[in-house]
């Protein structure tokens, strides 16, 4: 059974750190890209990063530059993303997604039909 299970999330003050997993069982996350998706209340689903472990790419939005790092490991089937300075405006449900495409041009935009997603993780940044 394929299964993205995401975790790390909580409640965190403004200026901290996070570290959320993205954890893959039933499959192997080579060749895949691993995209990390956000969706607050009353907003549309954004895209954050991604990791391809086809090509080694990396993506980061313009929200997450200079502030987030995508990383993964093999070994453990499991994507990072470390956000660090978060700010209120963070503050969502974020998802990961394997997408078997393996490119995160496509990951972050039309996205291949089939792609796998998590439940999701609730980050809070509040004071």
């Known amino acids: 059974q394929v299964q993205l299970v995401e975790s790390g999330g909580g409640l965190v003050q403004p200026g901290g750190s996070l570290r959320l997993s993205c954890t893959a069982s039933?499959?192997?996350?080579?060749?895949?890209?691993i995209g990390w998706f956000r969706r607050a209340p009353e907003k549309e689903r954004e895209g954050i990063s991604c990791?391809?472990?086809?090509?080694?790419?990396?993506y980061y939005a313009d929200s997450a530059k200079g502030r987030f790092t995508i990383s993964g490991d093999n070994a453990k089937n499991t994507v990072y993303l470390q956000m660090n300075s978060l700010k209120p405006e963070d503050t969502a449900v974020y998802y990961c997604?394997?997408?078997?495409?393996?490119?995160?041009?496509?990951?972050?935009?039309?996205?291949?039909?089939?792609?796998?997603w998590g439940q999701g993780t609730q980050v809070t940044v509040s004071s």
């Open positions: 997604a394997a997408d078997w495409s393996g490119r995160c041009d496509i990951t972050m935009s039309t996205m291949t039909p089939g792609t796998s």
């Open positions: 990791l391809s472990f086809r090509d080694g790419t990396t």
């Open positions: 039933g499959f192997t996350l080579d060749n895949y890209a």
